[in-house]
């Protein structure tokens, strides 16, 4: 139950936040988006990735991966790399964002099959999702979207990742294949995850604050 709750409690989180406080002050998340990315991505390298190795033939594991990553490039084509961050509001849209959301929908989805048998995938997603979450309302609540669209989209990109999980859970779907899907979605995770790291500072440089966040963030994936 959780796998499917925590998902869509993070993105409720993040919106309340962008209705609370986005008024009174700039929110700054590059600091929460260091220490997402770096949780996600030792999550990922802790639990997922020796699964997949211990259950998977290793080379056909490096091609669901190189897949993995190549399907988020693409996703980030049309998203313009909302997943990690990288959403900035250029002009005020009127038209309905199909793209960015078919995006997110996809990545979503994807997100949520390891959730069911991974109690720290879980915490390393609902916090990436967080910061994420707040990104996207905050884009949407500057555009000229009606509402309804805005809250429609808000809705469908909780579910996604829910969704993906209970796909996972109750169709019949063979171990070879959720192991395999389980590949592509490392693939994903190491791709936003390092982009993250880069991304969330100026100049793309290191600072003494951002690397203590990154330190702790791989502590805590670890003892977890």
């Known amino acids: 139950m959780i796998s499917f709750l925590a998902p869509m409690l993070s ?19 590059k600091l929460f988006l260091a220490f997402s990315g770096a949780f996600l991505l030792s999550t990922t390298i802790f639990e997922l ?9 290793t080379k056909k594991i490096g091609l669901f991966i190189m897949g993995g990553i190549l399907l988020q490039i693409l996703l980030e084509f049309y998203s313009k790399g909302a997943e990690h961050g990288h959403l900035h509001q250029h002009d005020a849209k009127t038209v309905f964002p199909w793209f960015l959301f078919i995006s997110l ?3 979503a989805f ?3 099959f390891p959730l069911k048998d991974h109690h720290s ?10 910061p994420i ?41 063979s171990q070879t294949i959720i192991y395999s899907v389980n590949a592509i979605v490392i693939g994903m995770f190491l791709h936003i995850s390092t982009i993250i790291l880069f991304e969330s500072s100026e100049g793309h440089h290191f600072n003494l604050n951002k690397i ?6 791989v502590i805590l994936a670890y003892f977890i």
Do not use: R
């Not at 993105?11 to 998340?29: A, D, E, H, R």
């Not at 990735?49 to 033939?57: F, K, M, R, T």
């Open 133 to 173: 979450a707040i990104l996207i309302t905050t884009y949407l609540l500057k555009s000229k979207l009606p509402k309804s669209k805005i809250v429609l989209f808000l809705i469908i990109f909780t579910l996604m990742t829910p969704l993906g999980s209970i796909s996972a859970e109750l169709l019949s779907i």
């Open 121 to 130: 995938i879980i915490i390393g997603v609902v916090i990436h999702k967080i």
């Open 11 to 29: 993105v409720v989180f993040g919106v309340t936040i962008v209705l609370l406080y986005s008024k009174s002050k700039p929110l700054n998340l």
């Open 212 to 217: 203590l966040m990154i330190i702790g963030a």
């Open 105 to 107: 929908g996809i990545h």
């Open 110 to 112: 994807f997100e949520g």
């Open 49 to 57: 990735l020796p699964e997949v190795y211990a259950n998977l033939e």
